[in-house]
């Protein structure tokens, strides 16, 4: 099946600091990547949706001065998280579409194993 | 405002009996909706789906169950393998705009020997 690669799988950081997580489609081109983030004990968050050469869409409450959200290739989208605070602390996770698959397809959806990111 | 809720955070079955995983949302235009497993460690998988225009999908072991009026479905597994234990989200979409998925909380599902 396809593969989505995201790293780093855990980050701790100093409050303040930036902190930037990649997700990769290994064996498929991606023009679309969506974001997520998971609280403890809540539902995994549509955070934002990143287009292939163009500028990503945020979900309504979602800063995108705070996450800044890079899809400069095909299959890279990364996600930076700017002077990152404690409350940022959570559970990010990144999906993608196959290009090569009908665009209504949400079973072709693959994720990333997330990253666990825990601002000190 | 959590528009997919699955209210219980675990279960657990012995092997080789049912599994009934359940999940309620609030929004009635939802019209698409999905199961997804995920393993520690791993993110999560596509495992079944079903359109509002059907009240059943079948796939294997897995059978998932649409009740629009109640807006509820259900993920039966038949039999339950050890291999099925894992964390089960439900979601919810719109034909259509199929990148925007609404997530549940997940159920943690033990499967015993």
């Known amino acids: 099946g396809a593969v989505v690669s995201q790293h780093p799988s855990w980050v701790i950081c100093k409050s303040g600091t930036s902190v930037k997580i990649e997700c990769r489609s290994l064996d498929f081109q991606a023009t679309t990547m969506f974001w997520y983030r998971q609280f403890p004990k809540q539902s995994l968050m549509l955070m934002a949706t990143s287009n292939e050469g163009s500028k990503a869409t945020y979900e309504q409450g979602v800063e995108k001065d705070k996450f800044l959200i890079n899809h400069a290739s095909l299959t890279l989208s990364t996600l930076t998280v700017t002077s990152a605070h404690p409350e940022d602390s959570s559970f990010y996770i990144c999906?993608?579409?196959?290009?090569?698959?009908?665009?209504?397809?949400?079973?072709?959806?693959?994720f990333g194993s997330g990253t666990q990111l825990s601002v000190l | 405002d959590q528009q997919v809720k699955q209210n219980s955070p675990s279960l657990s079955v012995q092997e080789g009996r049912i599994s009934i995983l359940n999940c309620d949302y609030t929004n009635s235009m939802f019209d698409y909706f999905l199961w997804y497993k995920k393993y520690p460690a791993e993110g999560p998988t596509f495992l079944i789906s079903?359109?509002?225009?059907?009240d059943k999908n079948e796939d294997g072991r897995f059978t998932v169950f649409l009740n629009k009026s109640a807006k509820h479905l259900s993920l039966h597994i038949v039999p339950s393998q050890p291999g099925d234990s894992a964390v089960y989200f439900c979601?919810?979409?719109?034909?259509?705009?199929?990148?925007?998925?609404?997530f549940g909380t997940g159920t943690r599902l033990q499967v015993t020997l």
């Open positions: 079903i359109s509002s225009i059907k």
């Open positions: 979601a919810a979409s719109f034909t259509g705009t199929a990148s925007k998925l609404t």
């Open positions: 999906s993608a579409r196959d290009a090569g698959l009908p665009q209504t397809t949400n079973e072709k959806l693959f």
